[in-house]
């Protein structure tokens, strides 16, 4: 009986526990075939090399800090508030690995411009959502501009 394939998942998943315990120089093959328990001819099933393997985990960090969390969010809720408090409850409570994650791929945008140009299209994500919401409650676009600025502030800066 042939063994398992390690899927394709865990190869990204293990590449984000690295990206954010040491930044993009500690996501190399080998290593991470190591925490995985396999050889590294696997990886090479998925991937046409490492640079391959970051672009699908920035791809799996998008989805999870910004298409996931404005899922839950919008589920089953309809008020502007009622979501305000929701997105401000899911961000005071990302702490953890999502945090390291997201905290790692700021800091390597600092050295490499199309991590930089990711940052700045998703971060313009969660800025334009953070206005439907707060223009979802009357204000006036300076005063929603001031408010997402502020929310958002606040949450990257308390991580610090």
């Known amino acids: 009986m042939a063994a398992a394939r390690t899927p394709r998942e865990r190869w ?3 590449g984000l526990q690295a990206l954010a315990g040491g930044g993009p120089g500690a996501v190399r093959i080998e290593p991470l075939a190591r925490a995985l328990g396999v050889t590294k001819g696997g990886f090479y099933g998925y991937f046409d090399d490492r640079g391959a393997l970051l672009d699908e985990m920035l791809d799996a960090w998008e989805r999870t800090s910004v298409d996931e969390v404005i899922e839950r969010v919008e589920a089953g809720v309809d008020d502007a508030k009622a979501k305000l ?18 905290l790692a791929v700021r800091d390597w945008a600092r050295r490499e411009r199309r991590v930089a140009r990711r940052l700045k299209r998703i971060d313009n994500r969660r800025m334009e959502y953070l206005r439907s919401l707060f223009g979802a409650l009357g204000l006036d676009e300076d005063e ?17």
Do not use: N
Not at 93 to 98: F, S, V
């Open 12 to 14: 990204i998943a293990e």
């Open 85 to 102: 408090r929701r997105l401000s409850a899911l961000a005071g409570a990302r702490g953890g690995e999502r945090l390291k994650i997201d």
């Open 144 to 160: 929603v501009e001031v408010r997402c600025l502020l929310f958002y502030s606040l949450w990257i800066g308390s991580h610090f």
